[in-house]
């Protein structure tokens, strides 16, 4: 087979199977590799996926998938590099040592690990056992935006912890989102009767 062939297939499958591969099937690993195996795994991958490579290639659409590919090396690098986030790409993938990963690669990504890794914890934030509850529906409705269930989530956890600084502030937070969507989603030709 042509080599050049041979580099157009390797991308063209890569890039098709991007959003299945875990961090550790993207770089050719086990499962928990220590940090000097995701170094030299990385400096391989990065070597076969580096857009310097494919300079001389005309075909923009290969050039758009050598650029995604290389992003998504580097991301792994990233993560895997890094023992807190690699501990929590792990746990989010169900990773142990030498076993294959359980759960979906698609949600977990550096973006999302370092907003959670920023995050502080719910029992940073909330005392009482009953405004936790209502907390962890406010951080769930949160994540899927929907603003009316973050306001009254924490409006339920206020009722038990009336002085919480924090509360007020994401309530409050929470409030301007909603507005904002609301006058985002307002219709400029609606008549008013009055």
């Given at each position: ?78 993560v895997l ?80 912890e009336k ?32």
């Open positions: 087979m042509d080599v050049e062939l041979r580099r157009r297939v390797e991308v063209e499958t890569v890039h098709s199977l991007l959003d299945d591969l875990d961090y550790y099937r993207l770089l050719r690993l086990k499962p928990g590799a220590p940090t000097v195996e995701v170094e030299r795994a990385f400096a391989e991958q990065s070597q076969s996926f580096h857009p310097d490579r494919f300079f001389g290639v005309r075909d923009p659409k290969l050039s758009r998938m050598v650029t995604a590919v290389y992003k998504k090396v580097s991301e792994a690098y990233q590099k890094d023992p807190e986030l690699k501990r929590m790409y792990d746990k989010k993938l169900g990773v142990t040592p030498g076993s294959e990963s359980t759960g979906s690669v698609r949600d977990v990504n550096k973006a999302a690990l370092e907003k959670e890794r920023d995050r502080p914890e719910v029992d940073d934030i909330v005392g009482d056992k009953r405004a936790r509850k209502y907390y962890e529906l406010a951080v769930i409705a949160r994540n899927n935006e929907d603003w009316n269930g973050v306001v009254m989530n924490i409006q339920f956890a206020m009722n038990y002085d919480n600084d924090r509360l007020k502030q994401e309530l409050n937070q929470a409030r301007s989102y909603m507005d904002d969507k609301r006058k985002k989603n307002a219709n400029p030709y609606k008549i008013k009767i009055v």
